[in-house]
């Protein structure tokens, strides 16, 4: 069984740029697709991106795509979550997930994932 810890948030300007890790232990993230989610306060969870394992590809959620890329060092088994241009909004606690799919249906990223990390905060001021 996988597990997950997700690091690297902080406080940022508006307009500046942030990368999340999330780093596996227990496992490697061989055979798992790995999801980035946040939660802003007052909201529900958000899907932000995954990439899948079985497709090698990576999905990103309507709402940030542009704005953010995935990828996975193998070698280190970390995943990374590269944030740009950051807005006010984007304010949120972020957690990665792993699960066998993508779960990615109609431009968005469903939090059907198995396994969670413990998130990481992210503050953009204005």
């Known amino acids: 069984e996988v597990q997950l810890q997700a690091s690297g948030g902080g406080l940022v300007q508006a307009g500046g740029s942030l990368r999340l890790s999330c780093a596996a232990s227990?496992?490697?993230?061989?055979?798992?697709?790995i999801g980035w989610f946040r939660r802003a306060p007052g909201k529900e969870r958000e899907g932000l991106s995954c990439?899948?394992?079985?497709?090698?590809?990576?999905y990103y959620a309507d709402s940030v795509k542009g704005r953010i890329t995935t990828s996975i060092d193998n070698a280190k088994n970390i995943a990374y979550l590269q944030m740009n241009s950051l807005k006010p909004e984007d304010t949120a606690t972020y957690y990665c997930?792993?699960?066998?799919?993508?779960?990615?249906?109609?431009?968005?990223?469903?939090?059907?994932?198995?396994?969670w990390g413990q998130g990481t905060q992210v503050t953009v001021s204005s």
């Open positions: 997930a792993a699960d066998l799919a993508c779960n990615f249906i109609n431009g968005l990223v469903l939090d059907l994932f198995d396994y």
């Open positions: 990439i899948s394992h079985s497709e090698g590809k990576s």
């Open positions: 227990g496992s490697t993230f061989d055979g798992y697709s």
